[in-house]
């Protein structure tokens, strides 16, 4: 197997090289409806994805790193002389089909999710859960602030908002490595991450509307701000009230129905239409996903499992789905981060305290705990990693606009990617290290 490794390698640098080409064709004609150019586009995104996804698993590293850096380095081929891909990713058919990812990942997200347990985490996870929004996003906004005196105070916000959600995938993982998911450190980490996305996504959809109202040209009011958190948490409130409802139906519906794949139908029915509602609500769609996939539970659709028990679960059914879009959407995010910026020793400076504020902001969420005997210091540091969540809210500060000017600009892009594949990279090994420091630090008692 050692001697085919060369040999796979070889096949794979022939294969990208044949496909410059006719990606450079896809580049230069955008408007054309020649799928080859897409279909070229997809193997070399998608066989880099993998590669870089097995490099850093093998590291025992998140995988989305890898598919981050792969983009990267392919949108930072130009540098080196070769601007084959230069426009790859401003296709319209790999942007459709990255935003498709994003919805199917926090779609995802939310059914993992228990909805009735964040009701039952306790003060603690829900303190700590505000503290980890509030600090990162002053600090932030200060720090942006302080580098970019020109930019406008909302943008600065902006950026505060990307430093608010904890990737809770990351830490799970860890914490499930090490046996401690059900310790108390472990509860209430996990519990004030999934608070703390709920909250990121109600402030990423306040801060998204306050900038539309500017651009538009609406000046900015706490009346404002208030319709727009209002609006906010009763879209949330109402999906999570009637979504129960209408899941119960849509699925006792499609139970009456004969043929093959009801459960994944409803499912990706459920997701699209929510997020389609939060859309029209003037919400990222992103938010509608999330909502769907925490009302639905998995008593809404035991007639459909009856039926076909190999399709028991919608995550299982989701998984091709996530495994082909979503690593396209995280090869798009780092095709968008250009390195040249880097020469500048400002975007250096920038990107290196961003990191630090994102780190003590989630330090600042520690001092939540109200449990006497908890590790704080492993609460904060269980907060620290943003991962696919900084990258999702950094992709829609992209496209938001004010008088003309980008919200998020080159330089602000890839010091925030930057910050994303730092704070995600440092939390494992260092949560690791404290909870392994201090195996002791919670009793038998504290654990089930």
């Known amino acids: 197997m050692r001697l085919l490794r060369p040999v796979r390698t070889a096949l794979f640098i022939a294969l990208a090289w044949n496909l410059v080409p006719t990606l450079a064709h896809a580049a230069s004609d955008p408007h054309g409806l020649d799928v080859k150019p897409v279909l070229a586009a997809f193997v070399l995104i998608l066989v880099g994805a993998r590669l870089g996804g097995a490099l850093f698993e093998r590291l025992s590293l998140p995988p989305v790193l890898g598919e981050l850096m792969v983009g990267v380095a392919l949108g930072n081929l130009r540098l080196v002389g070769v601007h084959a891909l230069d426009g790859l990713a401003a296709d319209p058919t790999l942007r459709v089909i990255a935003e498709l990812g994003v919805l199917f990942l926090l779609f995802d997200v939310g059914l993992e999710s228990d909805f009735a347990s964040m009701l039952q985490v306790g003060s603690s996870s829900l303190l700590v859960a505000v503290l980890g929004v509030i600090a990162p996003m002053v600090l932030g906004y200060l720090v942006t602030r302080a580098f970019f005196p020109d930019h406008s105070g909302l943008a600065d916000w902006f950026v505060g908002a990307t430093l608010c959600a904890t990737s809770v995938g990351i830490t799970a993982r860890v914490l499930n490595d090490l046996g ?187 001092l939540g705990v109200l449990e006497r005997g908890v590790d704080r210091l492993a609460v904060g540091l269980g907060m620290i990693p943003r991962g696919e969540v900084g990258l999702i809210f950094a992709s829609i500060g992209v496209a938001l606009h004010i008088g003309g000017e980008r919200v998020i600009d080159d330089e602000v892009y890839s010091a925030v990617v930057a910050m994303v594949a730092l704070t995600t990279l440092l939390t494992p090994p260092l949560l690791m290290w404290r909870l392994r420091r201090r195996p002791g630090s919670e009793t038998a008692a504290d654990v089930g």
């Open 180 to 366: 401690r998911t059900r310790s108390k450190v472990g509860r209430i980490i996990l519990g004030a991450a999934v608070i703390d996305d709920v909250l990121g996504l109600v402030v990423l959809a306040v801060v998204v509307g306050v900038i539309g109202a500017a651009d538009r040209g609406v000046a900015f009011d706490a009346g404002s701000v208030g319709i727009i958190v209002g609006k906010a948490v009763l879209f949330l409130g109402a999906a999570v009230a009637v979504g129960r409802w209408l899941s119960k139906r849509v699925f006792a519906f499609a139970a009456r129905m004969h043929g093959e794949g009801l459960l994944l139908t409803g499912a990706i029915a459920m997701c699209f239409g929510f997020a389609w509602l939060a859309g029209v609500a003037g919400l990222a769609p992103i938010v509608g996903a999330f909502s769907a996939g925490l009302v639905m539970e998995d008593v809404h659709f035991r007639d459909l499992v009856e039926r076909d028990p190999h399709h028991s679960n919608v995550r299982t059914l989701l998984h091709p789905l996530t495994t082909f879009m979503v690593p396209v959407f995280f090869v798009i995010m780092g095709m968008g981060v250009d390195l040249s910026v880097f020469g500048k020793a400002s975007v250096l400076g920038f990107a290196a305290v961003l990191t630090v504020a994102a780190i003590a902001g989630k330090q600042v969420c520690s």
